[in-house]
């Protein structure tokens, strides 16, 4: 699979303490295990020149407060709260000054934050994803960039999940609909 450097982005989707430490109070260890294949995946795009985003779910204590439906913390119990070792990325993985990187509050990367307005301004058309919850917070964020116009491009083999069944569904539910699967080992930039 080959990528234009110049208007491709690898995205990489909230790969916090949280989520990827034993000690993080939604440890999976898939998404533990996503961290060196997604560190080989930023270094591709490094190399080449592409641009590197990284997501950050972050959630103020009082956000769901007020909520009628839409509850992660009834879900989930209360996580990467604002300010906490929880929401920061994992170490091993380390966005530098010229990353973007785009706190969000949901699961899509692109609701309310001004994700699509910078790859819309470095003119960015291509989107290498990976990261985690596979069935989450990847299929919500490039089901999103799909119906913007953007092609998501899934990692298969750097994508945290909780259960191996859980990212085979959302790695064929985005290919199915609307978006792309490759391993690391295929992606190339030009």
Not at 19 to 29: E, I, V
Not at 44 to 73: I, K, L, M, S
Not at 89 to 98: A, K, Q, T, Y
């Amino acid at each position: 699979m080959q990528l234009d450097a110049d208007g491709a982005a690898v995205v990489v989707v909230d790969m916090q303490n949280g989520f990827c430490h034993p000690d993080g109070s939604l440890h999976a260890p898939g998404s533990e295990d996503a961290i060196e294949p997604v560190g080989e995946t930023v270094a591709t795009a490094r190399e080449a020149g592409a641009e590197v985003v990284w997501t950050r779910d972050v959630h103020p204590p009082e956000q769901f407060e007020d909520a009628h439906y839409y509850d992660e913390f009834e879900r989930w119990g209360e996580h990467v709260l604002e300010g906490s070792w929880e929401a920061e990325i994992v170490d091993g993985l380390d966005p530098r000054d010229e990353d973007l990187v785009v706190v969000k509050h949901t699961y899509d990367a692109f609701y309310e934050t001004q994700l699509e307005g910078w790859l819309d301004a470095h003119g960015i058309e291509d989107l290498i994803i990976c990261g985690t919850l596979a069935n989450v917070c990847v299929l919500h964020t490039a089901g999103s960039a799909g119906l913007r116009d953007y092609r998501p491009v899934l990692v298969e083999d750097a994508v945290g999940h909780i259960e191996e069944g859980h990212r085979e569904y959302a790695l064929d539910h985005a290919e199915f609909l609307f978006g792309e699967v490759t391993p690391l080992a295929d992606v190339e930039f030009v």
